[in-house]
């Protein structure tokens, strides 16, 4: 398997978004060669390194709400592309840097599943509401409200 290349949240929409809503992040993972696994076995998510396939894989709860889905594989894609699994501060889990670390893959997470071309789109077509637009992206609204303010 090809390894797994760092792609920043806007080269992820342009590569793999099929300007579709929800923003479909399992698509995105599996063809960025990052593989899935659905299980009960975390909590919420948990990333490992697949060093004889150097790629990645993303064990993913399958107790999630529908609505935390997209967004968590979106949380932990952001984490493998913006290199923390590379980062011994990372791995160590380092109390100084780790709170960088989660905001960094919060907000490509963010930037995944309520892109800016999806919200000027919905903008056209006059769907200004934000639980509307968390509900047609299948996100907590919270995520879209955020991610309005950037816009």
């Known amino acids: ?3 797994t290349k760092h792609l920043s949240a806007d080269e992820m929409i342009k590569h793999y978004w099929t300007n ?15 593989r899935l ?8 998510c948990h990333i490992e390194v697949d060093k004889p396939n150097d ?17 968590t594989v979106a949380h932990c ?3 493998i592309h913006c290199g923390h699994l590379e980062d011994k501060r990372y791995l160590n889990n380092d109390e100084e840097h780790i709170h960088r670390f989660e905001e960094e893959a919060n907000e490509y997470a963010r930037r995944l599943v ?3 071309v999806a919200l000027n789109l919905f903008k056209k077509k006059s769907i200004t509401n934000p639980e509307k637009i968390a509900e047609l ?10 991610q309005l303010a950037t816009i």
């Open 1 to 3: 398997m090809e390894k």
């Open 20 to 34: 579709s809503t929800p923003v479909d992040t399992v698509y995105m993972a599996l063809n960025s060669k990052v």
């Open 37 to 44: 696994i659905s299980t009960s076995k975390v909590r919420v």
């Open 55 to 71: 790629s990645y894989i993303i064990f993913v709860s399958n107790r999630l709400p529908r609505e935390f889905m997209y967004y």
């Open 77 to 79: 894609l952001g984490h």
């Open 114 to 116: 309520a892109p800016a």
């Open 137 to 146: 992206l299948e996100v907590p609204d919270y995520i879209v409200k955020k």
